[in-house]
């Protein structure tokens, strides 16, 4: 580096490069070997992630409490976004227990929920390394929360590895909402398609207005 | 050719010379005034753009931050906001047409007509953390990390622009969509910054900011003077990457002035004459924490806060710089300080050359200065996530020369010895700063504390009680038995009233700490207990006595495993929807969030708990409402 650019090249001053994409990808996700339902070996980064918009929740054959709320919720999710599953859109549900939901266990089980629908996967694997997507998917720092092998079944992973964007829902939430949340990870619009929400939107916000006296939803 | 090489030394020496000029002044000036309002030269790009998008790293095992030396860099100051003119002008319904992201109308607008106007442009830029790391990928407000600080004045309401420039697609962790809070505004619903109500790239919002004291439908004018807040923050407070975007600097303070607290050190009227003097003798001292990657690409990016790829942070920041040097001069100097988090607590203690601690003088908390000042000397400053404490050090009883320490209980990743030996006890991978006292004060001192700082508004009759319940269920934050849901009001408050709200953590696993806070109006603790022993009996509950911080009015509630706070609060002058969360920005953006609605009249209220009762009732939960108030 020259005397000048020392004090003036601060940054790069190429033009704004193309948003690389993150690096290190298979570090992030795995790429483990997985089992669909159908028992079809498949590698977790490479055949199920990459490039894509993909819901992720984590769950077993067996799960009581919420599991059964969460799943028939995620069936109704996946009725209002038909047109785009399997499309640009997919679903993934991953066992917590693999040494017990086999590819047959988790297909009886989607039969039973009717969740044998298309772009949603059951997926089972080596527990080493569902342990391992676990961990890096829905990991939140905390000792108890994180080695409690039950827990996360009440979050909903979004991710759109082509553009780079995480969010998370708890399938809990209402319908609107989880769709809603889905809708943060999808490709970005352009400004004049944004432009175009906002406008909606407002109209949406002054009849609420007009009704409650203050803006009342989204 | 020996002419052009003749011209060109001309020319590099002209140049230093300038330079040397530059220093000299720089230099004069801080001998004048003390410390100078300055941000490094390195410390942000002026570019509009292009500024190169991050190659994060994902590496595994991650590494520790790299090295670098203690007290190599000065304290920054963030520069004061400059107050600007606005096209288009600001207007009372959003102007769509003009760019503006959809909102309701401004409430009281024709009452509180703006005097001030300001833009804060959130964009791409780069900031250096320490000058020997290579700049690391941030957002700040324009450009800036920190960002400019607004100065203002109670009775100057404020227009605050604030415009999404971000990069539509981002290769960062961040997601380039804002909704700004004023942290803690009496601010009417469409201006603070409500978390589903983020706008996009290309949009800007402009923030009505009153500058008026709480209870103005009571006192008229604007409000209360008792409800005086002065350290506000603003940031970013967008749902589930709130954590992401104030890591990546979304975030800065705002100050507002009044009689008592008056901007300056002269005798005027109703002041209390405390150091005063922005970035000269008042000092906002931003906290937060970071990790960053190894040199790569020119940059010493920050790790990603995303996924399971986050690895505990190792580094702390003050106001943009890790282990900053501050020179003082013989006198008293008031620090704000502000955790940006998004996680940590800081615990920060006052280190004297013999490593015992020095004494710290706490005059306001959370905004709020306390009735009486009380001196802290042994034990830390604890100071959860948006938390603000407003303390005053004495450096006049130290020689010139000596340098004191402030001590953080955790310890970061340094990698080099201490260029100086270090007090007794002090490690330091534990320094958070140091002060060096370089010489007597050429400001005059300013007068003993007060004993009395300010007379606190009327104790609060409550017209209804409520309780939140911060809770760990099927391994998810919740609080009511249920995570936050933007479109579903969980409670409604009548305009104009007063309730007591009890919050209680009853997280069995982790004994987890919550920092929760409420927006719109301070409140007033009544109460904390604690439950000693809640596996066996779970029915016995023990008070715990409130520490002189706690006394005050607060917005932020630190609620420790098993502990009960009880609470007082009013919700007066504006409608609409606002929050309740755990300010810890984890758990936030994992949904510990709740809604609460202010409505107009008793019907609205009646109807709204009547849909809040049948919403849980859908969810399978109770009615945490009696029958006659749903009617």
Known sequence: MNRRSLFTNFTDNKAPAEPQPRSNKVELFTNALLRTHENRPVRFYDDLIKGRQVLINLMYATCEGICPTVILNLVKVHQALKERMGRNLFMYSITLKPEVDDAAALKSYAEMHNALLPGWTFLTGDPYDIETIRFKLFRMDHIKFDTDVTAHTGMLRIINDATNRWTEVTPLASTHTVLQHISWADPPKTLQERIEANKALQKKIDQEVKIFGYRRTI | ?631
């Open chain 2, 1 to 631: 050719m020996p002419r052009k090489q003749a011209k060109e030394k001309k020319f590099s020496e002209m140049s230093r010379r300038d330079v040397l000029k530059m220093g000299a002044a720089a230099a004069g000036a801080a001998t004048i005034l003390g410390p100078t309002v300055l941000t490094s030269r390195k410390s942000s790009v002026f570019a509009q753009s292009g500024v190169t998008e991050p190659v994060l790293c994902a590496a595994t095992p991650v590494p520790p931050s790299p090295a670098t030396t203690p007290f190599l860099d000065h304290l920054p100051i963030p520069f004061p906001a400059i107050p600007q003119f606005l096209n288009p002008a600001p207007t009372m319904n959003a102007n769509i047409a003009g760019g503006e992201a959809a909102r309701a109308p401004h409430q009281r607008w024709a009452q509180f007509t703006p005097a001030i106007t300001y833009q804060m442009e959130a964009k791409a830029a780069t900031h250096q953390f320490h000058s020997q790391l290579l700049p690391s990928y941030v957002w700040g407000f324009n450009g800036r990390y920190p960002a400019p600080t607004v100065l203002n004045a109670y009775g100057l309401p404020a227009i605050v622009r604030f415009k999404n420039s971000l990069p539509a697609t981002t290769t960062s962790f961040g997601t380039p969509e804002i909704t700004i809070h004023l942290h803690n505004g009496h601010t009417a619903s469409e201006s603070d910054g409500f978390a589903q109500d983020f706008f996009s790239t290309g949009l800007f919002k402009d923030n009505h900011y009153a500058n008026a004291y709480a209870g103005i439908d009571d006192f008229g004018g604007i409000g209360d003077p008792r409800e005086a807040m002065h350290t506000f923050w603003f940031h970013d407070h967008r749902a589930a990457e709130t954590a992401n975007s104030n890591y990546l600097g979304l975030n800065g303070m705002y100050l507002v002035y009044d009689e008592k607290d008056p901007g300056h050190e002269f005798n005027t009227p109703g002041s209390l004459r405390l150091p005063n003097y922005y970035g000269i003798t008042d000092i906002p001292l931003i906290l937060s924490e970071k990790r960053f990657c190894p040199a790569a690409n020119g940059r010493n990016e920050m790790f990603q806060v995303i996924g399971a790829a986050s690895p505990s942070t190792d580094k702390w920041i003050v106001n943009g710089k890790i282990q900053p040097k501050f020179e003082v001069r013989r006198r008293k100097y008031r620090f704000r300080i502000l955790n940006t988090g998004p996680v940590k607590t800081f615990n920060l203690s006052l280190i004297k050359p013999d490593g015992s601690q020095g004494t710290i003088t706490v005059v306001a908390v959370d905004a709020n200065f306390l009735e009486h000042p009380f001196d802290l000397s042994n034990r830390t400053l604890d100071i959860f996530v948006a938390m603000r404490f407003d303390v005053i050090i004495d450096f006049a009883a130290f020689p010139v020369g000596t340098k004191l320490y402030l001590k953080e209980n955790a310890a970061q990743n340094v990698g080099v010895p201490s260029p100086d030996p270090m007090p007794t006890g002090l490690a330091i991978e534990n320094v958070l700063m140091r002060f060096d006292v370089v010489g007597n004060t050429i400001i005059p001192d300013t007068p003993p504390i007060p004993t009395d700082l300010i007379e606190m508004p009327d104790p609060l009759v409550p017209d209804a009680s409520f309780e939140w319940r911060f809770t760990l269920e099927s391994g998810q934050f919740r609080i009511n038995g249920l995570p936050f849901d933007p479109n579903r009001v969980d409670h409604a408050v009548l305009k104009g009233s007063t309730e007591e709200w009890t919050l209680r953590n009853d997280v069995l696993a982790g004994n987890w700490l919550h920092p929760v806070h409420i927006h719109f109006e301070e409140g007033r603790i009544q109460s904390r207990t604690v439950r000693p022993d809640p596996v066996n009996q779970p029915g016995l509950t023990v008070p715990v006595t409130l520490l002189p911080e706690e006394l005050g009015r607060r917005d932020v509630y630190p609620l420790p495993g098993q502990h009960t706070v009880v609470l007082r609060q009013r919700f007066r002058d504006f409608v609409g929807r606002y929050l309740i969360h755990c300010h810890n920005m984890n758990h936030e953006d994992n949904f510990m969030m709740m809604r609460w609605d202010i409505v107009e009249s008793l019907a609205q209220l009646r109807d709204r708990k009547r849909e809040i009762a049948h919403r849980r009732e859908e969810a399978g939960l109770p009615s945490l409402y009696k029958k006659e108030e749903i009617g």
